[in-house]
């Protein structure tokens, strides 16, 4: 049986040369970019948005860039256990987006909460918090959106 992956669309978010970074309420210590999967005929912008305003109330951003070529990650054994879904892990494209409000803006008590707090943090210094089985991905994307973050 072939390995099925949820699709998926992570933002990073840039203001000012840093990038949001969101801790999960879940997972105290666990730090990632807003994330979500794709609703039934979504395309990857679409998501994105959707995704950034549902888990930070941000809404206020402009589309930099987009990377549609699928990043994988897998799911580890202990995060499979407790997954709602039968997934091996997930399927991710990309979007760049520049912020373009300010801080009153992001309000993480949405009607779903994920995060508990956000920090703006350099692009390097932000994958370098994200859990590691993640971090393949994360990396891929950074490095193709660090030039665009810090021009």
Request: some cysteine.
């Amino acid at each position: 049986m072939e390995n099925l992956y949820r699709r998926c669309v992570g933002t990073i978010v840039f203001y000012k040369g840093k990038v949001l970074l969101c801790e999960r309420l879940d997972t105290p210590g666990a730090w990632q970019f807003p994330q979500g999967g794709a609703e039934p005929g979504e395309d990857t912008e679409t998501t994105a948005r959707r995704e950034l305003r549902e888990e930070t109330s941000i809404i206020s951003v402009k589309t930099e860039a987009v990377i549609d070529t699928p990043l994988r990650y897998d799911f580890p054994p202990e995060v499979k256990k407790k997954s709602k879904w039968q997934y091996a892990g997930q399927e991710m494209r990309w979007v760049l987006f520049r912020f373009c409000g300010d801080d009153k803006e992001i309000n993480l008590a949405t009607e779903n909460p994920e995060f508990s707090r956000y920090a703006w943090e350099d692009i390097d210094e932000a994958v370098k918090r994200i859990v590691d089985f993640k971090k393949n991905v994360y990396t891929e994307a950074v490095k193709i959106f660090k030039p665009l973050v810090e021009r």
